[in-house]
């Protein structure tokens, strides 16, 4: 498989894009080679500059739930766009999306949409600070809220650390109020709440991590995060930016079996158009303004096309039927490629909750951070140019995860599992 016109277009780009790129995983300089430069997606295929057509399980990060280019979105987004695509003015569409959102999330009462994850997530932090008159932002190790300054630290060894940034750029005083505690590990989130419990303004978490491949929580680690928040009076706060209408048919609430006091939520919510929100009860968000003292604000925000991309959007997942079909698919893609790791003798595991998932080359479901860093990399390089070349498009990282769609279909499901099965017969042959 050639990629003459990526490669050309590649070093064009170069010229007047850093890096080629808008956002660097799309440089695959984990993976090595040339990013293969887009033209095309239908439903769950995308089709390259080269004219490759490419089974698509990155689905731009997650927001394609229902696949590209669906026939309902478009008509929406035309018939939207007619009457003009952005005001500065509120229209019917915000208070219809918020809606929307409160149906899947009970424990809402009050929305506020911004233009992106990172948006939501600063927003969300600087509300907690405002409710609780604290400083410290618990996060943790592995788990990405965003390019946020003060949100940008995974480091922090064994124990608990106050703040090392992880970008140029970055002050230490930003960073030096966000306290990094392993994923998973309950003794420190006592530990740390023992000792800094009425300095914690909130707890910060994706309840489903994604952004270290997928990590599934242990509920009684979350449970404990939960009690100590009440306890010290800090919030809980949900990012669910990525898992969000992922992990089921709403939000991770109800099988986690607790509630946050604050959910952040961007990607599926915007249908594919940029949008991001953050929502909590009243009483928390009435201290946003113009009704209470946190300021935030956007020219964009609550854009008409993205306000009905994802209400469209939604009103398509209401029913339940496109999650079951997600699921349907997704776990019979896992338990397939968990077929071909034992035909093959790989050593790798699948990680996966609902229709998000991550194959890990290592022999134990990794828990944490440090667990998915010790996985084997290189193999996972060859892995994801060896899946490319056979025309399945993965996300270019160990440290991402893969989505599936409503319109992934048994093709869709045979060729994936061949291609898996081709690649690690060859990979059994050249060891
Ligand atoms: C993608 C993501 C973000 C950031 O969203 P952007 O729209 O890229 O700014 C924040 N949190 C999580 C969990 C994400 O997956």
């Not at 009970?106 to 990172?118: A, I, L």
């Not at 968990?338 to 229709?355: P, Y």
């Amino acid at each position: 498989m050639n990629h003459y016109q990526s490669e050309s277009l590649f070093n064009i780009a170069q010229q007047s894009l850093v890096g080629g790129v808008n956002s660097p995983v799309r440089a695959y300089k984990a993976v090595g080679g040339t990013p293969v430069f887009l033209k095309k997606g239908i439903g769950s295929h995308v089709v390259c500059e080269d004219n490759h057509d490419y089974i698509d399980y990155v689905l731009s990060y997650g927001p394609l739930i229902l696949g590209h280019a669906h026939p309902d979105i478009l008509e929406t987004l035309a018939k939207t766009m007619q009457a003009g695509t952005t005001f500065g003015a509120p229209t019917q569409l915000e208070t219809d999306l918020a809606e929307a959102i409160k149906s899947f999330y009970p424990y809402v009462e009050k929305v506020r949409f911004v233009s992106s994850g990172t948006e939501a997530s600063m927003s969300a932090i600087r509300v907690a600070r405002g409710v609780t008159k604290r400083s410290i932002v618990v996060k943790f190790k592995g788990c990405y809220h965003g390019h946020v300054d003060s949100l940008l630290v995974a480091a922090g060894s064994g124990s608990a650390t106050l703040g090392v940034a992880d970008s140029a750029g970055v002050l230490l005083d930003s960073v030096s109020h966000t306290a990094v505690l392993d994923y998973n590990n309950t003794q420190q989130v006592h530990d740390f709440f023992k000792d800094h419990g009425d300095d914690i303004a909130c707890v910060l978490m994706e309840p489903v991590a994604g952004n270290m491949g997928v990590i599934v929580p242990d509920l009684d680690f979350v449970a404990v995060c939960r009690q100590w928040c009440d306890k010290v009076g800090a919030l809980l706060v949900f990012d669910e930016v990525m898992c969000g209408f992922r992990t089921q048919r709403s939000g991770t609430h109800e099988w986690i079996g607790v509630e946050p006091d604050m959910v952040i939520l961007g990607k599926v919510i915007g249908g594919g158009l940029p949008c991001g929100a953050y929502a909590a009860k009243a009483a928390i968000m009435d201290y946003v303004a113009p009704l209470g003292p946190v300021y935030q604000a956007g020219t964009l925000s609550g854009n008409p096309l993205a306000m009905s991309a994802g209400l469209t959007t939604l009103r398509l997942l209401e029913d339940g039927t496109v999650f079951k079909a997600l699921d349907n698919y997704t776990s019979q893609l896992v338990s397939g490629i968990e077929n071909c790791i034992q035909a093959t003798d790989m050593s790798a595991v699948v990680s996966r909750k609902g229709s998000m998932f991550t194959l890990f080359f290592t022999d134990t479901l990794p828990q944490s951070f440090s667990a998915v860093q010790a996985c084997d990399q290189t193999l996972f390089k060859a892995f994801f140019h060896a899946m490319l070349n056979q025309g399945i498009f993965l996300p270019p990282s160990q440290y991402e995860a893969c989505f599936t769609s409503a319109l992934h279909d048994d093709n869709d499901l045979r060729k994936t599992l061949s291609s898996i099965e081709a690649v690690f017969s060859m990979f059994k042959k050249a060891s």
